[in-house]
Protein backbone atom coordinates (compact mmCIF):
# COMPACT_ATOMS: atom_id res chain seq x y z
CA UNK A 1 0.00 0.00 0.00
CA UNK A 2 1.84 3.17 0.94
CA UNK A 3 5.45 2.85 2.38
CA UNK A 4 6.69 5.30 4.77
CA UNK A 5 10.18 4.57 3.88
CA UNK A 6 12.17 4.17 1.09
CA UNK A 7 13.50 0.59 1.14
CA UNK A 8 16.45 -0.03 -1.48
CA UNK A 9 19.79 -1.92 -2.12
CA UNK A 10 22.54 0.25 -3.04
CA UNK A 11 22.99 -1.28 -6.81
CA UNK A 12 19.24 -0.26 -6.91
CA UNK A 13 19.62 3.08 -5.64
CA UNK A 14 22.37 3.40 -8.20
CA UNK A 15 20.61 2.44 -11.22
CA UNK A 16 17.41 4.29 -9.64
CA UNK A 17 19.91 7.27 -9.58
CA UNK A 18 20.87 7.00 -13.33
CA UNK A 19 17.67 6.41 -14.82
CA UNK A 20 16.39 10.31 -12.66
CA UNK A 21 19.31 11.52 -13.63
CA UNK A 22 18.52 10.84 -17.34
CA UNK A 23 14.98 11.58 -16.92
CA UNK A 24 15.00 15.05 -15.43
CA UNK A 25 17.96 16.15 -18.01
CA UNK A 26 15.99 14.88 -20.62
CA UNK A 27 12.84 16.42 -19.20
CA UNK A 28 14.47 19.96 -18.54
CA UNK A 29 15.26 20.21 -22.25
CA UNK A 30 12.10 19.01 -23.75
CA UNK A 31 9.51 20.53 -21.82
CA UNK A 32 10.32 24.08 -19.63
CA UNK A 33 8.02 23.36 -17.05
CA UNK A 34 9.09 24.87 -13.44
CA UNK A 35 7.91 22.08 -11.65
CA UNK A 36 9.31 18.72 -13.18
CA UNK A 37 10.38 16.49 -10.46
CA UNK A 38 13.08 16.57 -8.80
CA UNK A 39 14.44 14.39 -5.90
CA UNK A 40 13.27 15.33 -2.22
CA UNK A 41 15.48 17.78 -1.60
CA UNK A 42 16.57 17.24 2.38
CA UNK A 43 14.10 17.88 4.99
CA UNK A 44 14.17 18.59 8.49
CA UNK A 45 14.67 15.46 10.49
CA UNK A 46 11.84 13.90 11.82
CA UNK A 47 11.16 10.64 12.97
CA UNK A 48 7.84 9.72 11.20
CA UNK A 49 8.67 11.98 7.93
CA UNK A 50 10.69 9.68 5.83
CA UNK A 51 13.26 10.89 3.46
CA UNK A 52 13.19 8.63 0.31
CA UNK A 53 15.82 8.93 -2.38
CA UNK A 54 13.69 6.79 -4.84
CA UNK A 55 12.24 7.71 -7.72
CA UNK A 56 8.24 8.00 -8.14
CA UNK A 57 7.07 5.23 -11.54
CA UNK A 58 10.80 5.99 -13.04
CA UNK A 59 11.05 1.81 -12.25
CA UNK A 60 9.39 1.83 -15.64
CA UNK A 61 11.01 2.24 -19.24
CA UNK A 62 9.76 5.23 -20.37
CA UNK A 63 7.53 5.08 -23.16
CA UNK A 64 9.29 6.62 -26.19
CA UNK A 65 5.71 8.18 -27.33
CA UNK A 66 5.79 10.12 -24.30
CA UNK A 67 9.33 11.26 -24.38
CA UNK A 68 9.20 14.36 -26.34
CA UNK A 69 6.31 16.59 -24.76
CA UNK A 70 7.21 19.88 -26.51
CA UNK A 71 6.42 18.10 -29.95
CA UNK A 72 3.66 15.92 -28.24
CA UNK A 73 2.17 19.41 -26.79
CA UNK A 74 2.75 21.78 -29.12
CA UNK A 75 0.59 24.83 -29.49
CA UNK A 76 1.16 27.27 -31.34
CA UNK A 77 2.53 30.58 -29.49
CA UNK A 78 0.22 32.91 -28.60
CA UNK A 79 2.09 36.36 -27.65
CA UNK A 80 -0.67 37.86 -25.28
CA UNK A 81 -2.38 41.28 -25.77
CA UNK A 82 -0.16 43.54 -23.97
CA UNK A 83 -2.50 44.16 -21.44
CA UNK A 84 -5.42 45.48 -23.66
CA UNK A 85 -8.56 43.37 -24.04
CA UNK A 86 -9.64 44.34 -27.24
CA UNK A 87 -6.47 43.03 -28.63
CA UNK A 88 -8.02 39.49 -27.87
CA UNK A 89 -9.51 37.14 -30.36
CA UNK A 90 -13.43 38.68 -30.33
CA UNK A 91 -16.03 35.69 -31.36
CA UNK A 92 -18.74 38.45 -32.19
CA UNK A 93 -15.65 39.95 -34.73
CA UNK A 94 -14.09 36.49 -36.28
CA UNK A 95 -16.18 35.23 -39.09
CA UNK A 96 -16.01 32.05 -41.23
CA UNK A 97 -16.71 31.56 -44.68
CA UNK A 98 -17.04 28.74 -47.42
CA UNK A 99 -13.62 27.88 -48.78
CA UNK A 100 -14.95 27.34 -52.06
CA UNK A 101 -18.21 28.66 -54.18
CA UNK A 102 -21.45 27.94 -52.86
CA UNK A 103 -23.39 24.95 -54.09
CA UNK A 104 -27.02 23.84 -54.44
CA UNK A 105 -26.48 20.70 -52.74
CA UNK A 106 -23.15 18.15 -51.76
CA UNK A 107 -22.35 14.82 -52.49
CA UNK A 108 -22.93 12.69 -49.18
CA UNK A 109 -19.10 11.47 -48.91
CA UNK A 110 -17.35 15.09 -49.70
CA UNK A 111 -16.02 17.39 -47.50
CA UNK A 112 -17.48 20.68 -46.55
CA UNK A 113 -13.93 23.13 -46.06
CA UNK A 114 -14.36 26.63 -45.00
CA UNK A 115 -11.57 29.87 -43.93
CA UNK A 116 -11.90 31.23 -40.18
CA UNK A 117 -10.70 34.99 -39.68
CA UNK A 118 -10.03 35.05 -36.25
CA UNK A 119 -10.22 39.21 -35.19
CA UNK A 120 -10.07 41.20 -31.97
CA UNK A 121 -12.33 42.97 -30.53
CA UNK A 122 -12.16 46.31 -32.81
CA UNK A 123 -11.83 44.06 -35.68
CA UNK A 124 -8.65 43.55 -36.68
CA UNK A 125 -7.53 40.53 -38.19
CA UNK A 126 -5.45 38.43 -35.84
CA UNK A 127 -1.66 37.60 -37.13
CA UNK A 128 -0.75 34.90 -34.79
CA UNK A 129 -2.73 31.73 -34.35
CA UNK A 130 -3.55 29.65 -30.72
CA UNK A 131 -7.08 30.55 -30.58
CA UNK A 132 -9.10 27.41 -29.60
CA UNK A 133 -11.81 26.88 -31.86
CA UNK A 134 -14.80 23.77 -31.76
CA UNK A 135 -16.59 23.37 -35.27
CA UNK A 136 -19.31 21.17 -35.86
CA UNK A 137 -21.23 20.14 -38.75
CA UNK A 138 -25.21 19.62 -37.15
CA UNK A 139 -28.15 17.74 -38.60
CA UNK A 140 -31.00 19.48 -35.57
CA UNK A 141 -33.63 17.35 -37.51
CA UNK A 142 -31.71 14.03 -37.83
CA UNK A 143 -29.90 14.46 -34.49
CA UNK A 144 -26.84 14.36 -36.21
CA UNK A 145 -23.58 15.58 -35.78
CA UNK A 146 -20.12 15.54 -36.38
CA UNK A 147 -17.05 17.43 -35.22
CA UNK A 148 -15.01 19.15 -38.11
CA UNK A 149 -11.16 19.62 -38.04
CA UNK A 150 -9.95 22.90 -36.95
CA UNK A 151 -6.87 23.35 -38.79
CA UNK A 152 -4.60 26.53 -37.42
CA UNK A 153 -2.56 28.02 -40.20
CA UNK A 154 -0.85 30.73 -37.72
CA UNK A 155 -1.47 33.81 -39.06
CA UNK A 156 -4.69 34.71 -37.64
CA UNK A 157 -6.43 32.14 -39.88
CA UNK A 158 -7.98 28.68 -39.25
CA UNK A 159 -9.07 25.83 -42.38
CA UNK A 160 -12.01 24.30 -41.02
CA UNK A 161 -12.99 20.84 -42.82
CA UNK A 162 -16.26 18.69 -41.87
CA UNK A 163 -17.03 15.83 -43.79
CA UNK A 164 -20.67 14.99 -44.75
CA UNK A 165 -21.86 11.69 -43.46
CA UNK A 166 -25.14 11.81 -43.60
CA UNK A 167 -27.55 12.87 -46.28
CA UNK A 168 -30.08 15.57 -45.54
CA UNK A 169 -29.63 19.57 -43.97
CA UNK A 170 -26.49 20.39 -42.35
CA UNK A 171 -25.59 23.26 -40.63
CA UNK A 172 -21.80 24.69 -39.65
CA UNK A 173 -21.66 26.28 -35.90
CA UNK A 174 -18.28 26.99 -34.93
CA UNK A 175 -17.31 28.44 -31.29
CA UNK A 176 -14.92 30.21 -29.73
CA UNK A 177 -13.43 28.34 -26.80
CA UNK A 178 -10.97 30.35 -25.67
CA UNK A 179 -9.23 33.58 -27.25
CA UNK A 180 -5.33 32.68 -27.85
CA UNK A 181 -4.55 35.03 -25.17
CA UNK A 182 -6.83 32.97 -22.71
CA UNK A 183 -4.77 29.53 -23.62
CA UNK A 184 -1.68 31.64 -22.96
CA UNK A 185 -2.88 32.04 -19.46
CA UNK A 186 -3.71 28.56 -19.30
CA UNK A 187 -0.27 27.23 -20.76
CA UNK A 188 1.60 29.64 -18.01
CA UNK A 189 -0.23 28.86 -15.21
CA UNK A 190 -0.08 25.07 -16.18
CA UNK A 191 3.69 25.13 -16.62
CA UNK A 192 4.24 27.32 -13.84
CA UNK A 193 2.58 26.33 -10.89
CA UNK A 194 3.30 23.40 -9.17
CA UNK A 195 -0.81 22.89 -8.36
CA UNK A 196 -3.87 25.32 -8.92
CA UNK A 197 -5.67 23.17 -6.17
CA UNK A 198 -4.83 21.69 -2.88
CA UNK A 199 -5.96 18.76 -0.50
CA UNK A 200 -6.36 17.91 2.91
CA UNK A 201 -5.14 15.03 4.76
CA UNK A 202 -6.82 14.51 8.38
CA UNK A 203 -4.85 12.62 10.92
CA UNK A 204 -6.29 10.35 13.87
CA UNK A 205 -4.27 9.74 16.90
CA UNK A 206 -5.15 6.83 19.46
CA UNK A 207 -7.00 9.07 21.58
CA UNK A 208 -9.05 10.54 19.18
CA UNK A 209 -7.27 13.78 18.60
CA UNK A 210 -7.73 14.83 14.97
CA UNK A 211 -5.24 17.39 13.34
CA UNK A 212 -5.81 18.63 9.75
CA UNK A 213 -3.37 19.44 7.28
CA UNK A 214 -2.62 20.69 3.60
CA UNK A 215 -1.58 18.12 1.14
CA UNK A 216 -0.18 18.18 -2.49
CA UNK A 217 1.36 16.47 -5.27
CA UNK A 218 4.28 18.24 -4.30
CA UNK A 219 5.93 19.09 -1.32
CA UNK A 220 6.13 22.54 -1.35
CA UNK A 221 2.55 22.54 -2.95
CA UNK A 222 1.53 22.33 0.30
CA UNK A 223 2.40 25.31 2.16
CA UNK A 224 4.84 23.26 4.45
CA UNK A 225 7.55 25.52 6.76
CA UNK A 226 8.95 22.78 8.76
CA UNK A 227 9.09 18.55 8.45
CA UNK A 228 6.60 17.07 5.75
CA UNK A 229 5.51 13.55 5.40
CA UNK A 230 6.02 11.74 2.30
CA UNK A 231 4.29 8.44 1.01
CA UNK A 232 5.06 6.58 -1.28
CA UNK A 233 2.82 3.75 -3.15
CA UNK A 234 5.08 0.43 -3.02
CA UNK A 235 3.20 -0.62 -6.57
CA UNK A 236 3.64 2.43 -8.71
CA UNK A 237 6.11 4.47 -6.77
CA UNK A 238 3.75 7.38 -7.09
CA UNK A 239 4.74 10.07 -4.18
CA UNK A 240 1.90 12.14 -2.17
CA UNK A 241 3.21 14.76 0.29
CA UNK A 242 1.44 16.38 3.32
CA UNK A 243 2.33 18.44 5.92
CA UNK A 244 3.57 16.99 8.88
CA UNK A 245 0.70 17.43 11.39
CA UNK A 246 1.71 19.25 15.01
CA UNK A 247 2.01 16.32 17.40
CA UNK A 248 1.13 13.28 15.58
CA UNK A 249 2.81 10.94 12.84
CA UNK A 250 3.14 10.61 9.38
CA UNK A 251 1.14 7.09 9.57
CA UNK A 252 -1.90 8.37 11.41
CA UNK A 253 -3.23 9.78 8.27
CA UNK A 254 -6.86 8.25 7.83
CA UNK A 255 -9.04 10.47 5.58
CA UNK A 256 -8.42 12.74 1.96
CA UNK A 257 -10.74 15.65 0.87
CA UNK A 258 -10.08 18.21 -1.67
CA UNK A 259 -9.09 21.70 -0.18
CA UNK A 260 -9.15 25.16 -1.93
CA UNK A 261 -8.87 26.24 -5.42
CA UNK A 262 -5.87 28.66 -5.07
CA UNK A 263 -5.96 31.87 -6.40
CA UNK A 264 -3.12 31.74 -9.59
CA UNK A 265 -4.57 34.34 -11.56
CA UNK A 266 -4.33 38.09 -12.11
CA UNK A 267 -7.52 40.56 -12.26
CA UNK A 268 -6.03 40.45 -16.45
CA UNK A 269 -6.18 36.52 -16.40
CA UNK A 270 -9.54 36.77 -15.10
CA UNK A 271 -10.73 39.29 -17.60
CA UNK A 272 -9.47 36.90 -20.23
CA UNK A 273 -11.56 33.38 -19.07
CA UNK A 274 -14.62 35.27 -17.77
CA UNK A 275 -17.73 33.42 -18.80
CA UNK A 276 -19.09 35.91 -20.67
CA UNK A 277 -15.95 35.86 -23.58
CA UNK A 278 -15.88 31.74 -23.36
CA UNK A 279 -17.09 29.31 -25.20
CA UNK A 280 -18.89 32.05 -27.86
CA UNK A 281 -20.72 31.05 -30.54
CA UNK A 282 -19.52 32.78 -33.92
CA UNK A 283 -22.22 34.61 -35.86
CA UNK A 284 -23.15 32.04 -38.96
CA UNK A 285 -20.89 32.43 -42.06
CA UNK A 286 -22.27 29.69 -44.00
CA UNK A 287 -26.19 28.80 -45.29
CA UNK A 288 -27.24 25.26 -44.33
CA UNK A 289 -26.38 22.93 -46.91
CA UNK A 290 -28.15 20.12 -48.63
CA UNK A 291 -26.45 16.84 -48.28
CA UNK A 292 -27.96 14.37 -51.23
CA UNK A 293 -28.56 10.89 -50.79
CA UNK A 294 -25.79 8.69 -53.04
CA UNK A 295 -27.12 6.58 -56.06
CA UNK A 296 -30.91 4.79 -55.41
CA UNK A 297 -30.59 1.98 -53.05
CA UNK A 298 -27.74 3.43 -50.89
CA UNK A 299 -27.48 4.46 -47.93
CA UNK A 300 -28.05 7.60 -46.45
CA UNK A 301 -24.97 7.67 -44.61
CA UNK A 302 -21.48 7.71 -45.74
CA UNK A 303 -19.91 4.66 -43.62
CA UNK A 304 -16.95 3.39 -45.01
CA UNK A 305 -15.80 -0.42 -44.66
CA UNK A 306 -15.17 -0.81 -41.36
CA UNK A 307 -13.81 -4.12 -39.60
CA UNK A 308 -15.34 -5.29 -35.91
CA UNK A 309 -14.30 -3.62 -33.09
CA UNK A 310 -11.02 -4.86 -31.67
CA UNK A 311 -8.28 -2.98 -29.50
CA UNK A 312 -4.82 -1.76 -31.21
CA UNK A 313 -7.05 -0.46 -34.54
CA UNK A 314 -5.97 2.55 -35.67
CA UNK A 315 -7.33 5.86 -34.89
CA UNK A 316 -9.99 7.71 -37.86
CA UNK A 317 -10.31 11.46 -37.92
CA UNK A 318 -12.88 12.21 -36.48
CA UNK A 319 -13.69 9.13 -34.80
CA UNK A 320 -17.15 8.74 -35.82
CA UNK A 321 -20.57 10.88 -35.68
CA UNK A 322 -24.05 10.66 -34.42
CA UNK A 323 -26.88 9.85 -36.80
CA UNK A 324 -30.19 9.80 -35.04
CA UNK A 325 -28.70 10.15 -31.63
CA UNK A 326 -26.76 7.13 -32.34
CA UNK A 327 -22.89 7.30 -32.42
CA UNK A 328 -20.91 5.65 -35.54
CA UNK A 329 -17.46 4.94 -35.19
CA UNK A 330 -15.15 5.52 -37.89
CA UNK A 331 -12.68 2.86 -37.24
CA UNK A 332 -14.70 -0.23 -36.31
CA UNK A 333 -18.34 -1.12 -36.92
CA UNK A 334 -19.66 0.29 -33.76
CA UNK A 335 -23.08 -1.49 -32.93
CA UNK A 336 -26.02 -0.31 -30.47
CA UNK A 337 -26.61 -2.31 -27.73
CA UNK A 338 -30.48 -1.07 -27.21
CA UNK A 339 -32.55 -3.68 -24.66
CA UNK A 340 -31.20 -4.99 -21.66
CA UNK A 341 -31.02 -8.75 -23.14
CA UNK A 342 -28.91 -7.22 -25.96
CA UNK A 343 -26.51 -5.59 -22.87
CA UNK A 344 -26.70 -8.39 -20.19
CA UNK A 345 -25.79 -10.92 -23.28
CA UNK A 346 -22.96 -8.99 -24.05
CA UNK A 347 -21.62 -9.04 -20.59
CA UNK A 348 -22.45 -12.69 -19.71
CA UNK A 349 -19.27 -13.82 -17.88
CA UNK A 350 -17.81 -11.20 -17.93
CA UNK A 351 -15.59 -9.23 -15.00
CA UNK A 352 -15.38 -5.33 -15.94
CA UNK A 353 -12.97 -3.42 -13.73
CA UNK A 354 -13.63 0.41 -14.23
CA UNK A 355 -11.18 2.92 -12.94
CA UNK A 356 -11.00 6.42 -13.36
CA UNK A 357 -12.91 9.39 -12.57
CA UNK A 358 -16.87 10.30 -12.06
CA UNK A 359 -17.16 10.45 -15.97
CA UNK A 360 -16.46 6.53 -15.77
CA UNK A 361 -18.13 6.31 -13.05
CA UNK A 362 -20.88 7.50 -14.85
CA UNK A 363 -20.99 4.28 -17.25
CA UNK A 364 -21.15 2.39 -14.09
CA UNK A 365 -24.38 3.91 -13.18
CA UNK A 366 -25.44 3.75 -16.50
CA UNK A 367 -25.82 -0.26 -16.91
CA UNK A 368 -26.16 -0.46 -13.17
CA UNK A 369 -29.71 1.71 -13.75
CA UNK A 370 -30.37 0.16 -16.85
CA UNK A 371 -30.12 -3.75 -16.13
CA UNK A 372 -32.38 -4.11 -13.52
CA UNK A 373 -30.79 -7.66 -12.25
CA UNK A 374 -27.45 -6.11 -12.25
CA UNK A 375 -27.56 -5.47 -8.94
CA UNK A 376 -25.23 -2.94 -6.72
CA UNK A 377 -23.54 -4.77 -3.98
CA UNK A 378 -23.56 -2.79 -0.87
CA UNK A 379 -20.18 -2.12 0.52
CA UNK A 380 -21.07 0.11 2.79
CA UNK A 381 -18.87 2.76 1.53
CA UNK A 382 -20.72 6.17 0.86
CA UNK A 383 -17.87 7.68 -0.60
CA UNK A 384 -17.60 9.27 -3.83
CA UNK A 385 -14.40 7.46 -4.66
CA UNK A 386 -16.17 3.62 -4.34
CA UNK A 387 -15.38 1.29 -4.88
CA UNK A 388 -18.48 0.11 -5.93
CA UNK A 389 -19.51 -3.23 -7.37
CA UNK A 390 -22.79 -4.53 -9.04
CA UNK A 391 -23.37 -8.52 -10.23
CA UNK A 392 -25.61 -10.17 -12.30
CA UNK A 393 -25.70 -13.98 -10.67
CA UNK A 394 -27.44 -15.53 -13.52
CA UNK A 395 -25.02 -14.30 -15.96
CA UNK A 396 -22.34 -14.09 -14.17
CA UNK A 397 -21.26 -10.02 -14.37
CA UNK A 398 -19.56 -8.38 -11.98
CA UNK A 399 -19.21 -4.74 -12.59
CA UNK A 400 -16.54 -3.02 -10.79
CA UNK A 401 -15.46 0.79 -10.47
CA UNK A 402 -12.97 2.45 -8.16
CA UNK A 403 -11.75 6.21 -8.15
CA UNK A 404 -8.17 6.39 -9.72
CA UNK A 405 -6.56 7.52 -6.27
CA UNK A 406 -4.43 10.63 -5.63
CA UNK A 407 -4.97 13.30 -6.74
CA UNK A 408 -8.44 13.29 -6.22
CA UNK A 409 -10.78 16.50 -5.64
CA UNK A 410 -13.22 14.96 -3.58
CA UNK A 411 -15.56 14.55 -0.25
CA UNK A 412 -14.18 13.50 2.79
CA UNK A 413 -12.86 9.57 2.13
CA UNK A 414 -10.83 7.15 3.77
CA UNK A 415 -6.90 6.97 2.68
CA UNK A 416 -7.29 3.34 2.66
CA UNK A 417 -9.80 2.96 -0.07
CA UNK A 418 -7.90 5.26 -2.33
CA UNK A 419 -5.95 2.39 -4.54
CA UNK A 420 -3.75 3.38 -7.30
CA UNK A 421 -4.62 1.88 -10.97
CA UNK A 422 -0.92 0.17 -10.52
CA UNK A 423 -1.70 -1.76 -7.65
CA UNK A 424 -5.05 -2.81 -8.82
CA UNK A 425 -3.84 -3.78 -12.28
CA UNK A 426 -1.03 -5.69 -10.55
CA UNK A 427 -3.64 -7.61 -8.93
CA UNK A 428 -5.75 -8.76 -11.81
CA UNK A 429 -4.93 -11.85 -13.68
CA UNK A 430 -6.56 -11.14 -16.73
CA UNK A 431 -7.69 -13.01 -19.40
CA UNK A 432 -10.72 -13.54 -22.23
CA UNK A 433 -13.89 -12.72 -19.44
CA UNK A 434 -11.49 -9.88 -18.01
CA UNK A 435 -12.58 -6.22 -18.95
CA UNK A 436 -10.14 -3.12 -17.79
CA UNK A 437 -11.72 0.25 -18.35
CA UNK A 438 -9.33 3.68 -17.39
CA UNK A 439 -10.57 6.98 -17.07
CA UNK A 440 -8.06 9.64 -16.27
CA UNK A 441 -7.76 13.17 -16.94
CA UNK A 442 -10.19 15.27 -15.44
CA UNK A 443 -8.31 15.49 -11.88
CA UNK A 444 -4.70 15.83 -13.54
CA UNK A 445 -5.34 19.56 -15.78
CA UNK A 446 -4.38 21.55 -11.67
CA UNK A 447 -0.94 20.65 -12.07
CA UNK A 448 1.66 20.44 -14.72
CA UNK A 449 2.01 17.75 -17.52
CA UNK A 450 4.93 16.15 -15.98
CA UNK A 451 2.55 15.11 -13.04
CA UNK A 452 0.34 13.20 -14.86
CA UNK A 453 2.92 11.81 -17.78
CA UNK A 454 4.32 10.37 -14.57
CA UNK A 455 1.33 8.70 -13.77
CA UNK A 456 0.65 7.35 -17.31
CA UNK A 457 4.52 5.82 -17.70
CA UNK A 458 3.48 4.02 -14.57
CA UNK A 459 0.12 2.78 -15.75
CA UNK A 460 1.13 1.77 -19.22
CA UNK A 461 4.20 -0.14 -17.87
CA UNK A 462 1.27 -2.15 -15.26
CA UNK A 463 -1.32 -2.54 -18.58
CA UNK A 464 1.72 -3.75 -20.89
CA UNK A 465 2.76 -6.75 -18.17
CA UNK A 466 -1.20 -7.47 -17.79
CA UNK A 467 -0.88 -7.82 -21.38
CA UNK A 468 1.78 -9.79 -21.79
CA UNK A 469 0.56 -12.69 -19.11
CA UNK A 470 -3.00 -12.40 -20.62
CA UNK A 471 -2.92 -10.78 -24.09
CA UNK A 472 -6.72 -11.97 -24.15
CA UNK A 473 -7.56 -9.14 -21.75
CA UNK A 474 -9.47 -6.24 -23.34
CA UNK A 475 -7.98 -2.94 -22.05
CA UNK A 476 -10.21 0.33 -22.85
CA UNK A 477 -9.30 3.60 -22.42
CA UNK A 478 -11.59 6.23 -22.20
CA UNK A 479 -10.45 9.72 -23.18
CA UNK A 480 -11.01 12.42 -21.29
CA UNK A 481 -14.79 14.90 -22.35
CA UNK A 482 -14.97 18.35 -22.65
CA UNK A 483 -16.41 20.10 -19.93
CA UNK A 484 -14.87 22.74 -17.35
CA UNK A 485 -13.84 25.98 -18.92
CA UNK A 486 -11.97 27.48 -15.95
CA UNK A 487 -8.20 28.09 -14.88
CA UNK A 488 -8.62 24.72 -12.99
CA UNK A 489 -10.08 22.92 -15.67
CA UNK A 490 -10.74 23.54 -19.65
CA UNK A 491 -11.08 22.05 -22.54
CA UNK A 492 -7.70 23.41 -23.61
CA UNK A 493 -6.19 21.21 -20.57
CA UNK A 494 -8.75 18.23 -21.83
CA UNK A 495 -7.19 18.23 -25.17
CA UNK A 496 -3.18 18.00 -23.90
CA UNK A 497 -4.73 15.05 -21.43
CA UNK A 498 -5.98 13.19 -24.41
CA UNK A 499 -2.78 13.67 -26.40
CA UNK A 500 -0.91 12.38 -23.62
CA UNK A 501 -3.44 9.67 -22.99
CA UNK A 502 -2.95 8.39 -26.72
CA UNK A 503 0.47 8.78 -27.24
CA UNK A 504 1.33 6.45 -23.62
CA UNK A 505 -0.77 3.56 -25.17
CA UNK A 506 -0.27 4.40 -28.75
CA UNK A 507 1.84 0.84 -29.30
CA UNK A 508 -0.33 -1.09 -26.77
CA UNK A 509 -2.88 -3.31 -28.01
CA UNK A 510 -6.09 -1.38 -26.50
CA UNK A 511 -9.17 0.27 -27.54
CA UNK A 512 -10.27 3.61 -27.52
CA UNK A 513 -13.22 5.67 -26.41
CA UNK A 514 -13.02 8.71 -28.09
CA UNK A 515 -15.20 10.79 -25.28
CA UNK A 516 -13.91 13.84 -25.91
CA UNK A 517 -15.58 13.85 -30.08
CA UNK A 518 -18.57 11.89 -28.32
CA UNK A 519 -18.97 15.18 -26.11
CA UNK A 520 -18.41 17.70 -29.02
CA UNK A 521 -20.20 16.52 -31.74
CA UNK A 522 -23.95 17.10 -30.98
CA UNK A 523 -25.50 20.72 -30.27
CA UNK A 524 -25.57 20.09 -26.49
CA UNK A 525 -24.23 22.24 -23.87
CA UNK A 526 -21.11 21.04 -22.49
CA UNK A 527 -20.79 19.23 -19.64
CA UNK A 528 -18.20 17.47 -17.03
CA UNK A 529 -20.56 14.77 -16.19
CA UNK A 530 -22.38 14.41 -19.73
CA UNK A 531 -25.91 13.56 -20.30
CA UNK A 532 -27.39 10.32 -20.29
CA UNK A 533 -27.63 10.26 -24.31
CA UNK A 534 -23.53 10.34 -24.32
CA UNK A 535 -23.23 7.96 -21.80
CA UNK A 536 -24.93 5.37 -23.36
CA UNK A 537 -23.48 5.64 -26.56
CA UNK A 538 -20.37 5.50 -24.99
CA UNK A 539 -21.43 2.35 -22.87
CA UNK A 540 -22.75 0.79 -26.37
CA UNK A 541 -18.98 1.52 -28.11
CA UNK A 542 -17.25 -0.11 -24.84
CA UNK A 543 -20.02 -3.38 -25.69
CA UNK A 544 -19.03 -3.38 -29.04
CA UNK A 545 -15.33 -3.88 -28.31
CA UNK A 546 -16.37 -6.93 -25.63
CA UNK A 547 -18.67 -8.31 -28.49
CA UNK A 548 -17.61 -7.36 -31.54
CA UNK A 549 -20.43 -9.29 -33.60
C1 LIG B 1 11.16 17.47 -29.72
O1 LIG B 1 10.28 18.04 -30.66
C2 LIG B 1 10.66 19.35 -31.06
C3 LIG B 1 9.54 19.93 -31.89
O2 LIG B 1 8.98 19.00 -32.78
C4 LIG B 1 11.98 19.24 -31.84
O3 LIG B 1 12.39 20.53 -32.27
C5 LIG B 1 13.04 18.65 -30.91
O4 LIG B 1 14.24 18.46 -31.62
C6 LIG B 1 12.55 17.31 -30.33
N1 LIG B 1 13.49 16.90 -29.30
C7 LIG B 1 13.96 15.66 -29.21
C8 LIG B 1 14.88 15.42 -28.08
O5 LIG B 1 13.65 14.78 -30.00
C1 LIG C 1 -2.20 32.27 -43.84
O1 LIG C 1 -1.46 31.12 -44.20
C2 LIG C 1 -2.03 30.38 -45.26
C3 LIG C 1 -1.22 29.11 -45.42
O2 LIG C 1 0.14 29.36 -45.38
C4 LIG C 1 -2.08 31.24 -46.51
O3 LIG C 1 -2.65 30.50 -47.57
C5 LIG C 1 -2.91 32.47 -46.23
O4 LIG C 1 -2.90 33.34 -47.34
C6 LIG C 1 -2.38 33.22 -45.02
N1 LIG C 1 -3.31 34.27 -44.67
C7 LIG C 1 -2.92 35.46 -44.24
C8 LIG C 1 -4.00 36.43 -43.91
O5 LIG C 1 -1.75 35.75 -44.12
C1 LIG D 1 -6.03 36.87 -6.80
O1 LIG D 1 -4.76 37.50 -6.78
C2 LIG D 1 -4.68 38.70 -7.54
C3 LIG D 1 -3.28 39.23 -7.44
O2 LIG D 1 -2.36 38.28 -7.79
C4 LIG D 1 -5.68 39.72 -7.05
O3 LIG D 1 -5.66 40.83 -7.90
C5 LIG D 1 -7.07 39.11 -7.06
O4 LIG D 1 -7.98 40.01 -6.51
C6 LIG D 1 -7.09 37.81 -6.26
N1 LIG D 1 -8.41 37.21 -6.38
C7 LIG D 1 -9.06 36.76 -5.32
C8 LIG D 1 -10.40 36.16 -5.60
O5 LIG D 1 -8.61 36.79 -4.20
Known sequence: MVAFTGRCSGDKMLTVGLVILVWILYFKMSWPDSTIFRPPAPRPASKSASVSTESPSLLYSFPQELANLTHLLFWPPTPGDGGNLLASTSPQTSTYHLRGPAQASYALGGYLEAILVARDYRGKPKTHGGDLFRAQLLGPDLKAGVSGDVQDLENGTYLLSFPLLWAGLAQVQVRLIHSSEAVGVLRRIWREKRATVDFRGYFRGPTGTEETVICNVDPQATGATGPICQYRDVDSGELWFCAQPPTLPCNSLIWHSSGHYLNVTTLHDEAL?????????????????????????????????RRPCSPGLPAAKPSGFYHRDVW???SCSSRSFSTVDNILGCLAGRIVYMMGDSTLRQWWEYLQHTVPSLKPVDLHVPYQTGPLMAVETNRGIVLNWRAHGWPLRSLRTPVASLHSVVRELGGLAGGPRTVVVLGLGAHFTTFPPSIFVRRLAGIRAAVAALLAREPRTLVVIKLAN????????????????????????????????????????????????????????????????ICPT
Open 273 to 305: LAWKVTDKVLPQGISPIQIRMGAPGNSNLALPP
Open 328 to 330: HSL
Open 482 to 545: TGYKSVYGSDWFTLQMNRLLRAAFSDLRVAFVDAWEMTSSLALPDNIHPSQLIVRNEVDFLLSF
